[in-house]
């Protein structure tokens, strides 16, 4: 059996990493009828169908999938030793977007491990809440704050959150008031949490439609820096304060304080997007640190 030419190989493997014959050929410094040609010649040397039109866009084949998983891998450890041998730094670039909250609060300070665990990727950390358009937008992966329901994408839980009311202790001290308390202090209302003090007051049979003092905030990073300032009480995600409640800035007032457990931050992106080396490569380093993170808030669970 005749090899298929390795050029055909690897311009199968950039349009399937990037699932756009314009994308590959922009890649590869091509025209699009060479990136067609290429895989019609591949095509016949394998003989299968590797490649579809759908409407205006192409998809593997189921066949052509198994195809992609198959050589994935090594051409990429091919790219990585060519890399080292010729000292050339590689091009790609991953492309994240998350919201300001998630991106200031946990992933920024962990970030560094992942850029120095990746030498030959280059990375963009978009932070926004605005929802990504993957057909339109040149973002690789989201991590998107919802409710876990977009179809016809791959969506991936971060990782279970507890939220519990927290102040600064130069407002309350740790464990010194009640939940009922709280209703005759300021409140600070992140105004896009999925969990509302309303919610929270009424898992406790407690008025949820109190005329509290409100301070009202549309980032749940702004919620938890005016809690630290001693503005008022913040409802929050221990995935957005853990460093404030380690460091003594944010405590819990209520002794007993009952906690509400969500999820509410998401990976999110097409699934053809994880075919994509980088992509890979960050879900399985995220995957990792959500896990080291739940171990190290332990200590901190067990004291609310």
Avoid at 79 to 87: K, S, Y
Avoid at 232 to 251: K, N, T
Avoid at 268 to 292: S, T, Y
Wanted: charged share 20%; hydrophobic share 40%; net charge neutral.
């Amino acid at each position: 059996m005749h090899l298929p030419p390795l050029r055909s190989i690897g311009v199968f493997y950039q349009l399937g990493r990037l699932n756009s014959v314009t994308k590959a050929a922009e890649y590869l410094g091509v025209t699009p009828s060479a990136i067609s040609q290429q895989i019609r010649t591949l095509e016949q040397q394998l003989g299968t169908t590797l490649v579809r039109k759908v409407g205006r866009e192409i998809r593997l084949t189921e066949t052509g999938e198994r195809y992609f998983e198959m050589i994935a891998e090594n051409i990429e450890h091919i790219w990585e030793a060519t890399r080292q041998i010729t000292g050339a730094r590689t091009t790609e670039l991953l492309n994240i977007r998350a919201t300001p909250s998630i991106s200031t609060k946990w992933l920024l300070p962990r970030l560094p491990g992942f850029v120095d665990e990746n030498p030959g990727l280059d990375m963009r950390l978009d932070g926004s809440n605005e929802p990504v358009d993957f057909t339109r937008d040149t973002v690789d992966i989201e991590i998107r704050h919802g409710e876990g329901r977009w179809p016809g994408m791959h969506v991936q839980p971060l990782a279970e959150e507890i939220f519990v009311p927290v102040c600064s202790p130069k407002l309350a001290a740790a464990g010194s008031l009640t939940s009922a308390d709280l209703q005759s202090m300021r409140l600070i209302h992140s105004v896009k949490s999925q969990l509302q003090w309303s919610v929270w007051f009424s898992a406790q049979s407690l008025p949820a439609d109190g005329n509290w003092q409100k301070v009202y905030f549309d980032r749940s990073h702004m919620a938890v820096d005016a809690a630290v300032s001693g503005m008022g009480v913040a409802l929050e995600s221990l995935l957005m304060m853990q460093a404030e409640l380690e460091s003594g800035r944010l405590v819990v007032p209520v002794a007993g304080a009952p906690s509400i457990t969500l999820t509410t931050q998401w990976l999110v992106c097409p699934p053809h997007h994880l075919r994509r080396g980088r992509v890979k490569r960050f879900m399985n380093w995220i995957d990792r640190e959500a896990k080291l993170w739940l171990e190290s808030s332990v200590e901190i669970r067990k004291n609310i």
